[in-house]
């Protein structure tokens, strides 16, 4: 069974520009969620999807979106990048609103400069 | 603030000493509560469940509601334990908030 895919693993942005991530999650895992990690701040949570459907947010401004596909993949998008937004950016799916866990992908590596 | 408290940020042992990382949660209610792993490298994987009162990889972790902590241990620590670990809730079955995170370096 593949796990969660996210493409690309690395990305390099300028400030000012936007970037677009995409998650695969495992196959049947209807919910995806994102998270952003950063050594200061550790692992936040940005969003989760399910059935296309936004159904909770973190904690982050109108800059960082995302939207899922009927086929349960989902894209993250952030626009006018700042320095700050250099992270990774992880994505974890689980087909039963978390109970047994969340499986996670191995993340993009996105750096603005 | 509803948050979950990871107070140390980095736990030293010798190889074969006893392991506590520590977790506190602040949520009311019926807590979902895991806790993860990161080995270098590596990407973010589950450990524990609380509800499924399981050891893995020697590792045990019980909730105590009126102290709202939910405690990793493991008796007798080894090298390959060495990793970050997050203690995290499951918020409303759609987010984990994660503590700050434990890195735990076991040494010879």
């Known amino acids: 069974k593949a796990g969660v895919t996210q493409t690309p693993r690395y990305l390099i942005k300028t400030r000012g520009q936007q970037v677009t991530l995409s998650c695969s999650p495992i196959?049947?895992?209807?919910?995806v969620s994102w998270y952003q990690q950063t050594p200061g701040q550790g692992l936040q949570f940005l969003f989760e999807?399910?059935?296309?459907?936004?159904?909770n947010k973190g904690n982050f401004p109108g800059r960082f979106s995302g939207r899922q596909f009927s086929n349960s993949r989902s894209e993250m998008n952030v626009s006018t990048l700042e320095l700050g937004d250099s992270a990774l950016y992880l994505c974890?799916?689980?087909?039963?609103?978390?109970?047994?866990?969340?499986?996670f992908g191995s993340g993009t590596r996105l750096t603005v400069v | 603030a509803q948050r979950v408290t990871q107070p140390e940020k980095l736990l030293s042992v010798f190889k074969g000493a006893p392991v506590e990382l520590k977790c506190n949660y602040s949520?009311?209610?019926?807590?979902?509560l895991f806790w993860y792993v990161q080995y270098s490298r590596q990407r973010l994987q589950l450990l524990l469940r609380?509800?499924s009162r399981e050891s893995i990889k020697g590792f045990t972790a019980d909730l105590n509601k009126g102290e709202t902590s939910f405690h990793l241990k493991k008796p007798f620590a080894q090298e390959e334990d060495s990793a970050m670990y997050y203690c995290?809730?499951?918020?409303?079955?759609?987010?984990?908030?994660f503590g700050k995170g434990t890195t735990l370096s076991v040494s010879s």
């Open positions: 974890a799916s689980t087909p039963d609103r978390g109970k047994r866990g969340y499986t």
């Open positions: 196959s049947g895992h209807r919910s």
């Open positions: 999807y399910f059935s296309e459907t936004q159904r």
């Open positions: 949520y009311s209610g019926s807590p979902e």
């Open positions: 609380h509800i």
């Open positions: 995290a809730y499951n918020q409303a079955g759609t987010a984990l908030i």
